[in-house]
């Protein structure tokens, strides 16, 4: 059995109560730091306003065990500053994962139609048997309950990659739930963090939806071993 912490507040007066290496494997996106407006005209809560996101890196490298990853996305805007913080905090570059789109969200100096993560290693992780490539496919989510919405099919293999079942995953800045529902389904433990309590509320449904499906799923797996 896998255990889900949806946690409705602030990432690091939160991540203050956990426990030093209780945490297996970091995935969050946090705000891009780029004064970020969607079509619609919808933004991000703290997206301009870097104390209340980068503060969170020395947190969570604290709560990460030894020998482990953070996955985080964040493109090239804001890059000096994230850099700056993730890297004072401990954190060391292992590797920087594309994610090609079929169209381009937006264009001026190029067409941009990529998203990126970055791979930061605490310690000396061992080296993947079966590694990622770092180009990966990008999946669009229609952005209907969240302005970032990320979907779970390019969460998932960041997760089954970076971490076992039974792992602890922690996601600071949840957003609509996505990194806890992709964890949950891979068997992992999972928790997330997330300021907005709309988006709190939207999480926890989703969760419910996951747990409805895999409850039934194991009853219908119960029945047909008992049949056989
Ligand atoms: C880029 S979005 C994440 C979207 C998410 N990946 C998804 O799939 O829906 C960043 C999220 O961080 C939340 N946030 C911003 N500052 C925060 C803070 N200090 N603590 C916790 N959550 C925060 C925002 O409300 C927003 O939902």
């Known amino acids: 059995m896998t255990y889900q912490n949806i946690i409705c507040g602030e990432a690091v007066e939160t991540l203050k109560t956990f426990k030093d290496e209780s945490v297996d494997l970091v995935v969050t996106d946090p705000p891009y730091l780029c004064k970020y407006r969607d079509r619609d005209g919808r933004s991000i809560t703290n997206d301009t306003n870097p104390e209340a996101v980068l ?3 020395p947190e969570l490298y604290r709560v990460l065990k030894q020998d482990s990853y953070c996955l985080l996305f964040c493109g090239w805007n804001a ?3 994230f850099s700056a913080a993730w890297e004072a905090a401990g954190f ?5 994962i594309i994610f090609a789109k079929p169209y381009t969200s937006k264009a001026k ?3 941009y139609c990529h998203e990126s993560a970055w791979v930061l290693t605490k310690g000396r992780p061992a080296p993947r048997t079966n590694p990622l490539n770092d180009v990966q496919e990008w999946h669009y989510t229609g952005n209907k ?4 919405e990320k979907s779970v099919e390019v969460i998932a293999p960041l997760i089954r990659s970076f971490s076992r079942p039974g792992d602890t995953v922690l996601d600071p800045f949840l ?3 996505t990194s806890v529902v992709a964890a949950t389904l891979n068997g992992r433990n999972a928790i997330g963090i997330e300021l907005n309590a709309r988006y709190c509320r939207h999480a926890e449904q989703r969760l419910a939806g996951v747990t409805r499906y895999l409850t039934a799923k194991q009853k219908s797996t119960n029945v047909l071993e008992v049949a056989a």
Do not use: D
């Open 55 to 57: 503060g969170v890196f």
């Open 79 to 81: 890059i000096a500053q």
């Open 92 to 96: 060391r570059v292992g590797g920087h």
């Open 109 to 111: 100096h190029v067409g």
């Open 145 to 148: 309950n969240h302005p970032t």
């Open 175 to 177: 957003g609509s739930g």
